[in-house]
């Protein structure tokens, strides 16, 4: 069994940060083996790849139009990977989610790479 909460989403106004957070709790799994990424959705469009890091940490990927905006980041010893969005735009409004892949040790640029996701948050951006 492996839950995935996210929580952190709101509402911002243009030019604002928020921290998503994404625990997991899986029961007979290492999320320490996990590839671990976020996605995003917005009205009327497909889910996008937003981010993504290794098992470690030790290397992320990101979408080109949130480079050098966002961060991914984990913490192992708290099960948990986290999203910082900094400088938001209007066109960042969407559901964010979380996912992982387990016994995946590169990075998951692609939601058919993942087994589990989260409900997902909603992120508003306003201008």
């Known amino acids: 069994q492996v839950q995935l909460v996210e929580s952190g989403g709101g509402l911002v106004q243009a030019g604002g940060s928020l921290r998503l957070s994404c625990p997991c709790a899986?029961?007979?799994?290492?999320?320490?083996?996990?590839?671990m990424g976020w996605f995003r959705q917005a009205p009327g469009k497909e889910r996008e790849f937003v981010a993504a890091?290794?098992?470690?940490?030790?290397?992320?990927y990101y979408a080109d139009s949130v480079k050098g905006r966002f961060t991914i980041s984990r913490d192992n010893t708290k099960n948990t990977v986290y999203l910082q969005l900094n400088s938001l735009k209007p066109e960042d409004t969407a559901v964010y989610y979380c996912?992982?892949?387990?016994?995946?040790?590169?990075?998951?640029?692609?939601?058919?790479?993942?087994?589990?996701w989260g409900q997902g948050t909603q992120v508003t951006v306003s201008s």
């Open positions: 899986a029961s007979g799994r290492a999320f320490s083996s996990a590839a």
């Open positions: 996912a992982a892949a387990f016994r995946k040790y590169g990075l998951g640029l692609s939601s058919s790479e993942y087994d589990y």
């Open positions: 890091i290794n098992w470690s940490g030790g290397s992320t």
